[in-house]
């Protein structure tokens, strides 16, 4: 399995960053996937999910500001990130559930390399 994400990078607060993760090596459309993120010192969080039928789930902190969405064509997850803050300034890792997991609260078992979003004030 490999996940490869993209995207990140530094801007200003405000600003906006849409992430991308290719996913390879499972049956895409078969499986619920996340975003997940550590700031330096934190746990890492649960950020979005989306279901294999498009529906989303997101943190409190980031609801009304960031959108989750999925190709399946392309095997890839997308996270649009806008009126980014300072607070979300973490590596963001993408992951994937077997949907049976992902409703009995499972942790996931495969994680990318993360790409590191840096927002300054």
């Known amino acids: 399995v490999q996940l490869v994400e993209s995207g990140g990078g530094l801007v200003q607060a405000g600003g906006s960053l849409r992430l991308s993760c290719a996913v390879s090596?499972?049956?895409?459309?078969?499986?619920?996937m996340g975003w997940f993120r550590q700031a330096p010192g934190k746990q890492r969080e649960l950020v979005a999910a989306?279901?294999?039928?498009?529906?989303?789930n997101y943190a409190d902190s980031v609801k009304g500001r960031f959108a989750i969405s999925r190709d399946n064509a392309k095997d890839t997850v997308y996270l649009q990130m806008n009126s980014l803050k300072p607070e979300d300034t973490a590596v963001y890792y993408c992951?994937?559930?077997?949907?049976?997991?992902?409703?009995?609260?499972?942790?996931?078992?495969?994680w990318g390399q993360g790409t590191q979003v840096t927002v300054s004030s």
């Open positions: 090596g499972i049956t895409f459309s078969f499986n619920v």
């Open positions: 992951t994937f559930w077997p949907p049976r997991l992902y409703v009995n609260g499972s942790p996931p078992g495969s």
């Open positions: 989306i279901t294999t039928g498009g529906s989303a």
